[in-house]
């Protein structure tokens, strides 16, 4: 639960509060566009914008009890290193054309380990 409360998660809590607030009154100003006009359509936005806030904030409820429920030790354990994959050594002697192909192959990966 402590996550939920570090300040990354704490403007996001503040972001979404503040985009539910906005829907509201968006719906609030439809609302008022249909009394003065009588439109049916605006008083159906004003109806639309006030459920995209409820939905807003039952997500934003659910994700944050979905992260609540994950344990800890999966949020802050580091990844395990990867080894650098070796090619196997195979036995040219009879394909010239395949040494060759292995020795650029070789060369390229030397390349790439020095550039890391």
């Known amino acids: 639960m402590n996550r939920l409360l570090r300040p990354s998660w ?16 968006l719906g609030m100003w ?4 249909g009394e003065v006009t009588g439109s049916l359509r605006n008083y159906s936005y004003g109806l639309e914008w ?8 039952v997500g934003w409820w659910r994700f944050c009890l ?4 994950t344990p800890v030790e ?11 994959h070796v090619p196997p050594v195979v036995d040219v002697s009879d394909d010239p ?15 790439d380990a020095g550039a890391r």
């Open 10 to 25: 704490v403007a996001l809590h503040v972001l979404v509060a503040v985009a539910a607030v906005v829907m509201v009154r």
């Open 30 to 33: 439809q609302w008022g566009r």
């Open 50 to 57: 006030w459920a995209f806030g409820v939905l807003t904030v």
């Open 66 to 69: 979905d992260e609540a429920r």
């Open 74 to 84: 999966a949020d802050e354990q580091e990844p395990e290193p990867v080894a650098a």
């Open 97 to 111: 054309e395949l040494a060759a192909y292995n020795a650029h192959l070789a060369e390229l990966a030397r390349r």
